[in-house]
């Protein structure tokens, strides 16, 4: 089985510099923003360039920028248009992307190891996660957490009660604990923080569950997957159990319960469910386990889902089954 590495332990500190929709409409504050921006930017091209042995001559050579810009773009002085910044990303071998990232400093290590990454092919990335999961991350059969991970209508919240009942284990919907954090309800987050907010309020979430619970059964959000950082730290903590059913499935069960969220307003729902489930299937399936829901009970769901939890990881596991 293949899994995401560990996430790394530390990082290179961070700039609190707002972006996006989230920087500031007053001008004075903006223009501080634009400064600060524009100087992790001129740090970072510095660098990388350092890094790589490139003279200002080189590098102005190899992206067809005048040598007299990218001193001012160096300096934090040049507010370089996009186009530019693709050609100073691609002689520098890196991502435009990477050059815009908030950390004050790359190290050394990191952009031997980036640059290593982009010359492998993705069959050798799929061999290089799987030796840093079995160097970095925990074993799977000594972890006795279990997070469900899957699209809303999956049974994520029927599974993970049973579950949790019959290996006598705490049940942690980490929705629930995102508005107990906020203090209000999901759809105020999203009115007033936005989805940028909500995922912040989803990461604080999910750390707070694993430093509370050694021991836990967790139901995430369906789309806490596309979150790469938060994906890995379930994977390197948790048994991780995809729950998925086909998309008429997936329909019937939401217009049961009335709950039509992730298709609102849409002249067609089965299409739009469809597309969801394409982006995100391959996140789901870095799962250690799946378990197929279509017509089966939730009962029977369970009993598989306990069958598919390595042996030694539970205590309570054979007792379940036995239950």
């Known amino acids: 089985m293949i899994i995401y590495p560990a996430h790394p332990v530390s990082k290179a500190p961070t700039v609190k510099l707002k972006i996006a929709?989230?920087?500031?409409t007053d001008p004075e504050t903006s223009q501080i923003e634009s400064e600060q921006l524009l100087g992790i930017l001129g740090d970072r091209v510095r660098t990388l360039r350092a890094h790589r042995g490139m003279t200002r001559k080189a590098l102005a050579r190899d992206s067809s920028v005048s040598e007299r810009y990218l001193a001012q773009l160096e300096q934090g002085q040049g507010n370089i248009s996009v186009v530019l910044?693709?050609?100073?990303?691609?002689?520098?071998?890196?991502?435009?992307?990477?050059?815009?990232?908030?950390?004050?400093?790359?190290?050394?290590?990191?952009?031997?190891?980036a640059d290593l990454l982009r010359e492998l092919s993705p069959d050798s990335h799929k061999a290089f996660l799987q030796m840093l999961s079995e160097n970095f991350a925990v074993p799977v059969e000594s972890r006795r957490r279990i997070a469900l991970i899957g699209l809303r209508g999956a049974g994520k919240t029927s599974q993970g009660t049973l579950l949790a009942q019959r290996i006598d284990a705490p049940f942690v919907r980490l929705g629930s604990e995102i508005?107990?954090?906020?203090?209000?309800?999901a759809s105020e987050i999203f009115s007033l923080?936005?989805?940028?907010?909500?995922?912040?309020?989803?990461?604080?979430?999910?750390?707070?569950?694993?430093?509370?619970?050694?021991?836990?059964?967790?139901?995430?959000g369906g789309s806490i997957v596309m979150n790469s950082k938060l994906l890995n730290t379930l994977l390197t903590t948790c048994f991780v159990v995809w729950l998925y059913a086909r998309p008429e499935e997936y329909m019937r069960r939401l217009r049961a319960e009335g709950d039509v969220r992730p298709m609102e307003n849409q002249e067609d729902a089965m299409a739009d469910l469809r597309r969801i489930l394409s982006e995100r299937d391959e996140f789901y399936s870095k799962a250690h386990a799946s378990i197929d829901t279509n017509g089966k009970s939730i009962d029977d769901c369970v009993t598989e889902l306990i069958q598919a939890t390595p042996q030694g990881m539970n205590k309570n596991m054979n007792t379940a089954l036995e239950a």
């Not at 508005?179 to 309800?185: F, K, L, Y």
């Open 21 to 24: 929709n989230n920087m500031s």
């Open 85 to 113: 910044l693709a050609r100073v990303a691609s002689a520098l071998r890196t991502e435009p992307s990477d050059l815009l990232q908030m950390h004050e400093r790359q190290t050394a290590e990191e952009v031997l190891i």
């Open 179 to 185: 508005e107990q954090i906020a203090g209000m309800s």
């Open 193 to 220: 923080s936005g989805q940028a907010g909500y995922r912040r309020l989803e990461e604080k979430a999910l750390m707070r569950t694993l430093q509370q619970h050694d021991r836990c059964v967790v139901e995430t």
